[in-house]
């Protein structure tokens, strides 16, 4: 099956920094790339996607990038402010296959004042 | 808020109880999900249900039972559960259950039943 590792497990950075998390993934059929972000007390919220067919998405200060020959892909967080701290997850998800999606371990982000 | 509610959010019992967890969606999907979320572990695909259908169950050990009486509620059924239970329970819900085409839809969380197991 699918296998997905991200990394870091920790970041820290500096508020206006910006803040760049990696996964990788196995099953080079996945065509669906989600990232989440769960905050203290509450359920993973879903910030940013991206599909197979394209390489990157962007939305305000969050973006996406995808690069199928290597199997990973990444997210990017530019001018990091304190609320931007929780913990993100990547996921991947292979068609047709009652939508199981695969989850990476997680990166803490702290954003310091 | 994602429009998925999960009740109760806080829970605490002993290896003998009996318990059940809720979990209600508003987004009018057709598919719902129970993930199990442990610290330093991915999330756990635990049951997958699409139109009421139970379509997948990940090797859940018994004492588990899902039960889902129509698109919009799901419920876990606990019965001596073991410490090592003790976890974050989240449901999610999504536009269907990604059978068919070529992309899968979007699933969105609730905020999750804290369980600890004594």
């Known amino acids: 099956g699918e296998n997905v590792e991200q990394h870091p497990s920790t970041l820290s950075v500096q508020e206006g920094d910006s803040a760049v998390i990696k996964c990788t993934y196995s099953?080079?059929?996945?065509?669906?790339f989600p990232w989440y972000k769960q905050e203290l007390g509450k359920g993973p919220q879903l910030i940013i996607d991206?599909?197979?067919?394209?390489g990157e998405k962007k939305d305000q200060r969050i973006a996406v990038t995808l690069n199928k020959t290597a199997k990973h892909f990444s997210l990017h967080i530019t001018e990091t402010q304190p609320e931007d701290s929780a913990v993100y997850f990547c996921?991947?998800?292979?068609?047709?296959?009652?939508?199981?999606?695969?989850f990476g371990t997680g990166t803490s982000l702290t954003v310091i004042p | 808020e994602t429009g998925v509610t999960q009740t109760p959010r806080h829970l605490v019992m002993g290896m003998t109880n009996k318990k059940s967890l809720k979990c209600e969606q508003h987004?009018?999907?057709?598919?719902m999900y129970w993930y199990k979320q442990s610290a330093k572990k991915p999330l756990e695909l635990m049951f997958v249900?699409?139109?009421?259908?139970?379509?997948e169950n990940n090797s859940v050990p018994s004492r588990f039972s899902p039960e889902c009486p129509n698109s919009s509620h799901l419920f876990l059924h606990l019965h001596t559960l073991q410490p090592e239970d003790s976890a974050l329970y989240l449901c999610?819900?999504?536009?269907?259950?990604?059978?068919?085409?070529?992309?899968?839809?979007?699933?969105?969380f609730g905020p999750g039943t804290r369980l600890l197991v004594l």
């Open positions: 987004l009018g999907h057709n598919a």
């Open positions: 099953d080079s059929a996945s065509n669906y």
């Open positions: 991206i599909r197979s067919n394209v």
């Open positions: 999610a819900s999504s536009q269907d259950g990604g059978l068919a085409g070529d992309f899968q839809e979007t699933q969105y």
């Open positions: 996921a991947a998800t292979v068609a047709n296959t009652g939508n199981q999606f695969y």
């Open positions: 249900y699409n139109f009421k259908e139970q379509t």
